[in-house]
């Protein structure tokens, strides 16, 4: 069994910033793509950032520019380095590894997920 474990969440300030990680344990195996995910309070579960292996990424319209994901492929391992932090980033923020796509994992059986890590901004 392969489990995912973030990491780094918290407190921060509207402004700041913070790094998530997610490190995978248990079983070796492969992934092609890694992805993080957050649900605020009273709101679904929402894409936010993924990471092909290949490189590519592929952001939410409301982190552009603000996050970014990155991965390392030897630990699968990967990052979320949040800056310019703003109050309705708040939320448990989730990683998920599996194929394809992240965007299109919500809803997915075969996608791998974490127990989420919460992040807090207060203004």
């Known amino acids: 069994q392969v489990q995912l474990v973030e990491s780094g969440g918290g407190l921060g300030q509207a402004g700041g910033s913070l790094r998530l990680s997610c490190a995978a344990s248990?079983?070796?195996?492969?992934?092609?793509?890694m992805g993080w995910f957050r649900q605020a309070p009273g709101k679904e579960r929402e894409f936010v950032a993924g990471?092909?292996?290949?490189?590519?990424?592929d952001y939410a319209d409301g982190v552009k520019g603000r996050f970014t994901i990155s991965r390392d492929n030897a630990k699968i391992t990967v990052y979320l380095q949040m800056n310019s932090l703003r109050p309705e980033d708040t939320a448990v923020y989730y990683c998920?590894?599996?194929?394809?796509?992240?965007?299109?994992?919500?809803?997915?059986?075969?996608?791998?997920w974490g127990q989420g890590t919460q992040v807090t901004v207060s203004s």
């Open positions: 248990g079983r070796t195996s492969t992934y092609l793509a």
């Open positions: 990471i092909m292996w290949s490189g590519n990424t």
């Open positions: 998920a590894a599996g194929s394809g796509a992240p965007r299109l994992w919500l809803g997915a059986r075969s996608v791998t």
